[in-house]
């Protein structure tokens, strides 16, 4: 396996680069902005193809690397289900797997940090975010924090998992790189406490300054999602009430980014072709299965993903492929759904 801790020492900020093997896919945990031509030449030091780029939550010190390895990677960004972030690729419930080549983590919702923090467990590892850090925890005064929620978090999930595991959170400023659940439990010092109360009590009253950056951070992260708009100008958008009025024409193919989690759990849109994402390259060149099947029919090639990034993305690489018909649904699913277009069971 190939692992990678990456420091922004500004923001006190690690970052995790994972994958299964030299020239396969890889994924990122908590990219920072500044640091993401630093991601890139390592990605391509590494022979990796970045897919995925995840955020644990919102954060407030630094701005997520997110948007800007999505443009410049067309990879995948992810965030929990219940951030406040504008739109991102995907979204994960507590109890989802995000998974890439050789590589499969087990979403962990652990709110209290924030309401939207999220832990990843990969075997022998935990990706914690800023619920647990090494002989801390992460503040619960702003962001919709919540003690009380952090000490559930802490207690009923993080501590559960075998002692041995080890943590790897998203900031240390101390120099601490890596710690395991049997020392935090044993060390650390907000841990030693016999009651949700007191822990609360701790929390509550640590008076901590607000983070230099945070009235720049937070409203920058909260809006990494990609310029649909973009798209929309070039005449590639349909709204999910004009996708509607399409579904069923012999001269319409609907594509189906999502991947089989995805469709499992929000269904699809009945008589849809599933092509997933990651397949995309392949697909639509010259002899690719979708540019084949455009030419060889005429037939108008519509993508669709959860929140229209897959899609939007898709629709720029068919149209450099030559699929002039390319289009997508504007905002996905979601939009589908809540224009209360029909859906299938997978
Ligand atoms: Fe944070």
Not at 91 to 104: C, F, H, M, S
């Amino acid at each position: 396996m190939i692992f990678r801790q990456l420091f922004d020492s500004v923001s006190g900020t690690y970052s995790y680069l994972l994958a299964s093997r030299r020239g396969g896919e890889a994924l990122i945990i908590d990219p920072v902005l500044e640091k993401v031509d630093r991601y890139i030449q390592l990605v391509n030091e590494l022979d990796l193809k970045l897919v995925k780029a995840v955020d644990t939550h919102l954060h407030a010190d630094h701005i997520t690397g997110l948007g800007a390895l999505r443009d410049r990677t067309h990879c995948v960004t992810v965030m929990g289900e219940s951030s406040k972030v504008d739109v991102v690729s995907m979204r994960l419930a507590d109890g989802d797997k995000l998974t890439i080549e050789g590589v499969a983590l087990d979403a962990l919702y652990t709110p209290g940090h924030t309401d939207d923090s999220y832990s990843f467990v990969m075997r022998d590892r935990v990706f914690t975010g800023d619920t647990l850090l090494i002989r801390g925890t992460g503040r619960t005064d702003f962001q919709n924090g919540d003690p009380r929620a952090q000490y559930d978090s802490i207690f009923n999930k993080l501590l559960r998992l075998p002692d041995e595991t080890m943590i790897f959170p998203a900031h240390d400023y101390k120099g601490e790189t890596v710690s395991t659940i049997a020392e935090e439990k044993a060390f650390n010092p907000r841990l030693q406490v016999t009651s949700v109360d007191q822990y609360a009590e701790v929390m509550n009253n640590l008076k901590l300054p607000n983070p230099k950056m945070m009235d720049v951070a937070v409203p920058a992260n909260m809006r990494v999602g990609l310029a649909q708009e973009e798209i929309a100008r070039h005449g590639w958008a349909l709204s999910a009430a004009e996708a509607m009025g399409l579904t069923g024409r012999p001269d319409v193919t609907l594509v189906d980014l999502r991947e089989r989690i995805e469709r499992e759990k929000h269904g699809i849109i009945p008589g849809s072709l599933h092509a997933p994402y990651p397949d995309l390259a392949a697909n639509v060149r010259p002899g690719g299965m979708l540019h084949e099947l455009a030419r060889a029919t005429g037939k108008r090639i519509v993508f669709y993903c959860a929140f229209g990034e897959r899609s939007a993305m898709a629709v720029r690489a068919a149209q450099d492929a030559g699929l002039a018909s390319a289009c997508h649904i504007q905002g996905g699913i979601a939009a589908w759904k809540k224009a209360e277009g029909p859906l299938a069971r997978q």
